[in-house]
């Protein structure tokens, strides 16, 4: 049985776990632009503002656009121009992927 102590502990490993094993990009683009995201696995791809992505590093909620890509290239299309940041996770899932991030 787990004191409240290691709970904790576990807790913030598994949360540190989540939160930090991800791809970052950051692409200045806007609605004329398509974002095409190359993958050697399947893998979340998610686009969000620069207050979204602070969010999803802290553990809070956020919003995104995107999800889960089970082919590749993954096509993202951002709903105004300015910088985004492209994430690129598996879920809280093990394993590494591969990406790369272009504008076209």
Same mark, same amino acid.
């Given at each position: 049985?787990? /004191?409240?102590?290691?709970?904790?502990?576990?807790?913030?490993?598994?949360?540190?776990?989540? @939160?930090?094993?991800?791809?970052?990009?950051?692409?200045? %683009?806007? !609605?004329?632009?398509? @974002?095409?995201?190359? +993958?050697? #696995?399947?893998?979340?791809? #998610?686009?969000? /503002? /620069? @207050?979204? &992505?602070?969010? &999803?590093?802290?553990? %809070?909620?956020?919003?995104?656009?995107?999800? +889960?890509?089970?082919?590749? !290239? %993954?096509?993202?299309? !951002? !709903?105004?121009?300015? /910088?985004?940041?492209?994430?690129?996770?598996?879920?809280? &899932?093990?394993?590494?992927?591969k990406a790369?991030?272009?504008i076209v």
């Amino acid at each position: 049985m787990l /004191d409240s102590c290691n709970w904790l502990a576990l807790t913030c490993k598994l949360i540190e776990d989540f @939160i930090m094993k991800h791809l970052h990009y950051t692409v200045n %683009a806007g !609605p004329s632009n398509c @974002i095409r995201v190359e +993958l050697n #696995k399947q893998a979340n791809v #998610k686009l969000m /503002d /620069d @207050i979204n &992505y602070q969010r &999803y590093r802290s553990g %809070a909620r956020y919003s995104f656009q995107g999800g +889960l890509a089970k082919v590749s !290239p %993954a096509l993202l299309t !951002p !709903p105004s121009h300015k /910088d985004w940041n492209v994430v690129i996770d598996l879920g809280g &899932y093990s394993g590494s992927v591969k990406a790369t991030v272009s504008i076209v």
